[in-house]
């Protein structure tokens, strides 16, 4: 029999074992495993599952991304027998004392009885994971074997979070052996996931015994995949194979490309059932020794070796780590996963809820309303005056039932009102009835006249309104009113009242385009008074109410166009005051006018930003309005003369300093706008002559009692005898006058 045909028997043999199984199913008497993530490591008598343990927790001992915390005494003894053997470490003890002594160096015995290794990983000294895995004999995966541990590694392996499978290198030249431990892997895989489903868990494949592969030389070809070329592992076998030999890590050396294609080749029926199916997915190649172990002996149906002399393992500790952080992961995205869908379903279950009710109500309950009542219209002209009073009552009776309907009741309750709305106009089809809703047509435009807020707006300088709820509610009465008027009867008071509602609506309309026009407010107010003191004119309650609207609207108006007039005299003060270099004018006059202009602002929101212009004039108007000391110096002054310099205070009297001011010497005053600044003017005193009097009987005396005082202390100043005297201010002031913005 050829060998692709034992592989197909294999194969078939692992699909039925699953098809009978199910996906993820535990065999009959399922086993009870320990807590913690389940790391299965699959492979075949000699494949080296013990060795790779017990090395990988020497090597994690003085790692720093991976350390391993055994957390049972079993596992810490398997491990302490282990290692004392493959490093050939004896010990002998007296009294007290235990000494470490060379000993034989031998490989473990291959593994007969199962055992479960516990311990905590530490991933990157920041992740703790509580790690179970299983130890045990190949035989338990041999397909040809039938060893009583099957179904209890078969149970472990389906239950795992992570699985690495492990191939000995040694039997590629055994094709018969090689395709059997390939077909147990393939039979494992599809234990946990159909061959078309996608694999819910990391997988590493790790070629154990690297060190007999020719080109093997260590660390730098134990990853064969490259994070970057991740997307290798999408495609199909064929491509895969391809892209990983012809890369440059792999095609840079021949040698070890043979190696890795021979390797990759006779794993294609694995391999093929992997790619394609996730990204979770490394193959490894690694050395438990380092060195080729020599051979000391044959065993039955295996050769027996002893450790190297040196040993030094080489990529034991990646594919153990690369596939912890790899459940770590999945376990990030099996949680976001598990929301997602939970989040999906509760949204599908509330858009089919919410939707259930919209369907019901606008696809059956509204629709059987509203097509009787277009059907009974459609055979009557489609008028609503010309409709007989029965047809009226039965379109009211259909909306009736619909305003009555639970649906429309508790969900839907505007159109419950609305549809009472449409009963009470069908039951009310005639003339008379005809005024009555005509009436509430006028106070519905009553109420719109009134808020200032509801009407439609109008982009200046246009005609047109913008299509808004506002301009469709307007739109709605005039086209009421207009209808109202296509009665036959010319003379009713039907006609007559909508003839005048009509005229007020386009009057209004006309009004909120040009919103500045006042005459067409005294317009609207002439037509109301006229209305009222007729006596042949009978006015309703509805059109009284409009006509007060209109009334009261129209003093607003008025008080619009005074805001606006204002606002154009406050642009064109604005040049007027800030080239105003005279600084009583800025701080007294110009500050009236500003306020005379804000009094016909005030009550207009519109004008809030000139009214803000004016209070931000008057604030900075203020500055002279607090009392500040100024620095000055007489810079000229008569000869043989000094001057006394002295602020009054509103309302209060003079108290003159015993101080003589002399040219050339800086002094200072405390001044704010309203204070009378007293400048004395003195000659010189001579021996015998009459006795300083300290301003209080000067030469001279010179009042600087305007607003603007201070101003004239940066400047010459003229006594009534034509002396003069120059001060300089040293605050600049001219540049504290404030701006209209």
């Known amino acids: 029999m050829k060998l692709g045909k034992i592989f197909k028997i294999f194969k078939k043999g692992s699909k039925a074992a699953a098809k009978h199984k199910g996906k993820g199913q535990k065999p009959d008497g399922g086993f009870k495993w320990p807590s913690g993530k389940r790391i299965g490591v699959y492979g075949h008598t000699n494949s080296g599952k013990t060795v790779y343990f017990t090395v990988l927790n020497e090597e994690c001992k003085v790692s720093r991304d991976l350390q391993i915390s055994v957390t049972d005494n079993p596992t810490s003894a398997e491990f302490l027998a282990n290692r004392r053997g493959i490093w050939g470490l004896g010990s002998t003890s007296t009294e007290g004392t235990v000494v470490d002594l060379p000993g034989e160096k031998k490989f473990p015995n291959p593994t007969e009885e199962d055992r479960l290794l516990q311990f905590n990983a530490i991933l990157d000294r920041k992740q703790t994971l509580s790690v179970v895995t299983y130890d045990y004999s190949g035989k338990a995966v041999s397909i040809t074997d039938n060893s009583p541990l099957r179904d209890k590694v078969a149970d472990f392996m389906i239950g795992c979070d992570g699985l690495m499978f492990f191939f000995d290198p040694k039997s ?6 090689c395709q059997s431990h390939i077909a147990s892997f393939v039979n494992t895989l599809e234990q946990i996931a159909p061959l078309e489903g996608r694999l819910p868990i990391p997988v590493a494949l790790v070629i154990t015994k690297a060190d007999i592969l020719a080109g093997f030389t260590g660390e730098s070809q134990t990853v064969l995949i490259d994070p970057e070329d991740e997307n290798f592992l999408s495609e199909e076998y064929e491509i895969f194979l391809d892209k990983v030999l012809s890369g440059n890590k792999i095609a840079s050396d021949s040698i070890w490309a043979g190696s890795v294609r021979s390797v990759l080749v006779k794993m294609r029926e694995f391999l093929k059932v992997v790619v394609g199916r996730t990204l979770n997915f490394q193959i490894f190649f690694s050395s438990n020794t380092g060195d080729t172990p020599p051979k000391i002996g044959t065993d039955v149906g295996r050769s027996i070796y002893a450790p190297p002399d040196k040993i030094h393992p080489i990529g034991v500790r990646e594919p153990f780590y690369w596939l912890l952080k790899s459940v770590v992961r999945n376990r990030g995205i099996s949680r976001m996963r598990s929301i997602t869908r939970v989040v999906v379903m509760a949204a599908l279950v509330w858009m089919v809820l919410y939707s259930l009710p919209f369907l019901f109500h606008f696809g059956y309950l509204l629709p059987k309303a509203t097509n009787a009542e277009d059907t009974i219209l459609e055979q009557h002209g489609g008028n609503f005056y010309s409709l007989p009073r029965e047809g009226g009552t039965q379109i009211a009776m259909m909306y009736s039932r ?22 009470t106009k069908y039951r009310n089809a005639n003339l008379g009835n005809a005024v009555k809703e005509l009436d509430l047509v006028i106070a519905r435009f009553a ?45 009713s008071e039907l006609f007559l009242r909508s003839e005048r ?13 040009n919103p500045d026009n006042a005459e067409l407010w005294n317009l609207l107010k002439k037509k109301v008074e006229q209305d009222q003191g007729s006596s042949v004119v009978k006015l309703s309650k509805a059109e009284k109410e409009l006509h007060q609207a209109f009334a ?8 619009i166009v005074v805001a606006t007039q204002a606002g154009s005299e406050l642009d064109d003060l604005v040049d007027a005051i800030n080239n105003n270099t005279d600084p009583e004018y800025r701080i007294v006059d110009a500050v009236r006018k500003l306020r005379n202009i804000k009094e016909k602002l005030l009550g207009n929101p519109a004008r809030n930003a000139d009214i803000k212009r004016i209070d931000n ?4 108007v203020r500055y002279f309005s607090r009392r ?10 008569p000869e043989d003369h000094h001057l006394h310099v002295v602020v009054q205070e509103k309302g209060k009297s003079v108290s003159w300093p015993k101080e003589q001011m002399h040219k050339a010497k800086s002094y200072t005053i405390e001044w704010k706008s309203g204070d009378v600044i007293l400048i004395a003017l003195d000659a010189k005193h001579v021996a015998g002559g009459d006795p300083e009097s300290w301003g209080e009987n000067p030469k001279e005396l010179l009042k600087l009692d305007k607003k603007s005082a201070i101003f004239r202390m940066d400047g010459t100043v003229t006594f009534n005898s034509g002396l003069k005297a120059t001060f300089d201010l040293e605050e600049d002031v001219q540049s504290k006058l404030p701006e209209l913005k």
Request: charged residues 30%; proline residues 2%; without cysteine.
């Open 172 to 177: 590629l030249n055994s094709e018969l052996q």
């Open 402 to 423: 619909y305003g009555r309907a639970k649906t429309v009741e508790w969900l839907f309750p505007a159109y419950k009102y609305a549809a009472k709305d449409v009963e």
């Open 447 to 491: 109420g719109m006249v009134a808020d200032s807020t509801s009407w439609p707006s109008v982009i200046v300088g246009d005609s047109v309104f913008i299509d808004n709820d506002a301009k469709r509610v307007f739109d709605e009465i005039g086209n009421a009113i207009a209808g109202f008027m296509k009665t036959d009867v010319k003379t």
């Open 501 to 513: 509602m009509n005229w007020f609506w386009n009057k209004f309309k006309e009004a909120r385009i």
């Open 552 to 559: 009261s609207k129209k003093v607003e108006q008025e008080q």
């Open 617 to 620: 004039y008057i604030e900075d």
């Open 628 to 637: 500040r000391t100024y620095h000055f110096t007489i810079s000229n002054l």
